[in-house]
């Protein structure tokens, strides 16, 4: 575990973390004035390899050869230039008011809280030195960032506890459920709520759509049925010439048996703690693993059923009550675009003729039904 030190004065400034895997959905922006919670788990940080925020630089201005150093394949819109590595934590792991406090005129654009857009926003009680920028703006997940340049990380004493085993983490973990109630900010009637396809989903689908396209090889690929079906196949028979598949995905992980022979493609679970992708026991070069957040997959590789169980009389604790069933979302779904673009553009192989192809199309806007 680690604890957070000013780089100016070495002030104390969050509690003891344990690092993490960065979630898919770090960078997401969604809806419109939808009330996100908090991004990290209480108790842990991820470190964001990439810039984040201002100041930003339009692609005209960038040589290719720096974008490439920095991993980027295909023209972006913008680039920030702040500094990367920040750790991201969940606020209420910062000390509070007593060793931070908020910069006023860092506000940024937000319209109901704040968005990180002017930079950091926090800065060290003790010596005033910026530290972290705190996003709690609408529509974004709540989180603070610490500036790598501006803190330092501290190893806490004690025992470091290994990572989980994939079965321990089958069995600890909990599957994220593909459907929620997403709150918007009140109008004068209170709060307002609606059921949508998860914000989780539609940023680890996008990261995954991603790697299944450079997966495709440009040809036709097959899902399998059920949930995965209508998360990525109606995107992919768009995205990818028409005709028979002429590849095959399919999920695979722990407690999962292997895979077939004839499966090009396996949908895979990243490890929460370590970031490490599943792997199996005999991987073949032939074969493409996409990653999936655990949660998800989880989900995927075993879903939950919504089958209420008539029972007379008191309904026992395991038993589901015969309720109505949660509505659904009356939309298709829908990935993430932004996680989409900004993993795909990452990708070396998005230099391939056909791959910039359906970057240029996305930019402009003929594939809006998809995202």
């Given at each position: 575990?680690?604890?957070?030190?000013?780089?100016?004065?070495?002030?104390?400034?969050?509690?003891?973390?344990?690092?993490?895997?960065?979630?898919?959905?770090?960078?997401?922006?969604?809806?419109?004035?939808?009330?996100?919670?908090?991004?990290?788990?209480?108790?842990?940080?991820?470190?964001?390899?990439?810039?984040?925020?201002?100041?930003?630089?339009?692609?005209?201005?960038?040589?290719?050869?720096?974008?490439q150093?920095?991993?980027?394949?295909?023209?972006?819109?913008?680039?920030?230039?702040s500094?990367?590595?920040?750790?991201?934590?969940?606020?209420g792991?910062?000390?509070?008011?007593?060793?931070t406090r908020?910069?006023?005129?860092?506000?940024?654009?937000?319209?109901?809280?704040?968005?990180?857009?002017?930079?950091?926003?926090?800065?060290?009680e003790?010596?005033?030195?910026?530290?972290?920028?705190?996003?709690?703006?609408?529509?974004?997940?709540?989180?603070?960032?610490?500036?790598?340049?501006?803190?330092?990380?501290?190893?806490?004493?004690g025992?470091?506890?290994?990572?989980?085993?994939?079965?321990?983490?089958?069995e600890?973990?909990?599957?994220?459920?593909?459907?929620?109630?997403?709150?918007?900010?009140?109008?004068?009637?209170?709060?307002?709520?609606?059921w949508?396809?998860?914000?989780?989903?539609?940023?680890?689908?996008?990261?995954?759509?991603?790697?299944?396209?450079?997966?495709?090889?440009?040809?036709?690929?097959?899902?399998?049925?059920?949930?995965?079906?209508?998360?990525?196949?109606?995107?992919?028979?768009?995205?990818?010439?028409?005709?028979?598949?002429?590849?095959?995905?399919?999920?695979?992980?722990?407690?999962r048996?292997?895979?077939?022979?004839?499966?090009?493609?396996?949908?895979?679970?990243?490890?929460?703690?370590?970031?490490?992708?599943?792997?199996?026991?005999?991987?073949?070069?032939a074969?493409?693993?996409?990653?999936?957040?655990?949660?998800?997959?989880?989900?995927?590789?075993?879903?939950?059923?919504?089958?209420?169980?008539?029972?007379?009389g008191?309904?026992p604790?395991?038993?589901?009550?015969?309720?109505?069933?949660?509505?659904?979302?009356?939309?298709?779904?829908?990935?993430?675009?932004?996680t989409?673009?900004?993993?795909?553009?990452?990708?070396p192989?998005?230099?391939?003729?056909?791959?910039?192809?359906?970057?240029?199309?996305?930019?402009?806007g003929?594939?809006?039904?998809?995202?």
């Open positions: 575990m680690f604890v957070f030190v000013c780089a100016g004065c070495g002030a104390e400034l969050t509690t003891p973390l344990s690092q993490v895997s960065l979630p898919a959905h770090a960078r997401q922006n969604y809806g419109n004035g939808a009330q996100l919670p908090v991004l990290m788990k209480s108790g842990t940080f991820a470190v964001d390899p990439d810039p984040w925020g201002g100041p930003w630089r339009m692609w005209d201005e960038i040589d290719p050869g720096e974008a150093a920095r991993g980027i394949y295909a023209p972006v819109y913008a680039l920030s230039d500094t990367p590595g920040a750790s991201v934590i969940a606020p792991d910062i000390h509070g008011t007593r060793l908020l910069i006023p005129d860092k506000r940024g654009a937000a319209c109901c809280g704040l968005d990180g857009a002017d930079g950091p926003n926090m800065a060290c003790e010596c005033d030195l910026p530290v972290a920028t705190r996003i709690d703006d609408c529509s974004l997940w709540q989180a603070v960032r610490l500036n790598s340049d501006a803190v330092h990380r501290i190893p806490v004493d025992i470091h506890a290994a990572p989980l085993s994939w079965a321990e983490l089958t600890k973990e909990e599957k994220t459920p593909p459907f929620e109630q997403i709150a918007t900010w009140g109008g004068r009637l209170g709060p307002n709520h609606y949508s396809w998860s914000p989780q989903w539609e940023a680890a689908a996008g990261q995954a759509l991603a790697h299944l396209l450079i997966a495709s090889q440009g040809q036709p690929v097959k899902v399998p049925g059920g949930l995965t079906a209508d998360v990525f196949q109606r995107a992919l028979d768009t995205l990818l010439p028409a005709g028979p598949p002429k590849r095959r995905a399919d999920l695979a992980g722990p407690g048996p292997s895979p077939d022979s004839d499966v090009d493609i396996l949908l895979v679970p990243i490890h929460p703690q370590t970031n490490q992708t599943w792997t199996p026991t005999s991987p073949t070069a074969t493409y693993l996409v990653p999936l957040p655990l949660g998800v997959w989880l989900w995927l590789a075993s879903p939950q059923p919504y089958l209420p169980i008539p029972a007379s008191r309904i604790q395991d038993v589901l009550r015969d309720d109505p069933l949660p509505p659904l979302p009356n939309y298709l779904f829908r990935a993430d675009r932004e989409f673009h900004h993993t795909l553009v990452r990708l192989a998005v230099r391939s003729p056909w791959l910039r192809t359906i970057l240029e199309n996305l930019t402009q003929t594939s809006a039904n998809l995202f």
